[in-house]
């Protein structure tokens, strides 16, 4: 099985690729750790992506997460499934400000730094992936997608 969950910052993807890894026994992977190298803090070469890019594609099973950019779109052919996170603006809004805070008071692991321009950039990418929702959901091959609510995405883990 090949799970690919998109949502805007703060939906709950990581948190529901936790889940369904445990429930269904398959690794889970952060897109976002394919682009940086925490080995030496910077973004991978296009070609260091690809690479990791075309093990997946090469991989059994897996659940990835990501906020939908394009440059994972050649993994939707791969999907069994798509799940798209749909949670209303005002609760990702207090999600992360509720996550920054934790990890300011080092209660929750953050993979940056956090301070007041993390928590805006963070504002501005909740923006705008809010703006490009529509767009995003469009690019989807509609026989894979399935559009998860806050109520629908607890039922999923049980």
């Not at 690919?4 to 690794?27: E, F, M, Q």
């Not at 939707?76 to 990890?103: A, E, G």
Request: aromatic content about 10%.
């Amino acid at each position: 099985m090949k799970i690919y969950i998109i949502g805007p910052v703060g939906s709950g993807k990581t948190s529901l690729a936790r889940k369904l890894s445990k429930k269904y026994n398959i690794s889970y992977y952060e897109l976002d750790k394919f682009i940086w190298d925490d080995k030496i803090g910077k973004k991978r070469t296009k070609k260091d992506l690809q690479v990791k890019i075309d093990m997946l594609k090469k991989t059994k099973s897996w659940i990835i997460e990501d906020v939908g950019r394009s440059k994972f779109q050649e993994l939707y052919p791969f999907c069994d499934i798509i799940y798209y996170l749909k949670i209303p603006k005002i609760i990702l809004y207090y999600r992360i400000i509720k996550r920054w805070v934790k990890q300011c008071l080092k209660l929750e692991k953050s993979n940056y730094h956090q301070d007041l321009n993390t928590l805006k950039q963070m504002i501005i990418w909740l923006k705008k992936g809010i703006k490009e929702e529509q767009n995003k959901i469009k690019l989807i091959p509609q026989d894979k997608l399935q559009i998860i609510n806050l109520t629908e995405s607890k039922k999923l883990i049980k």
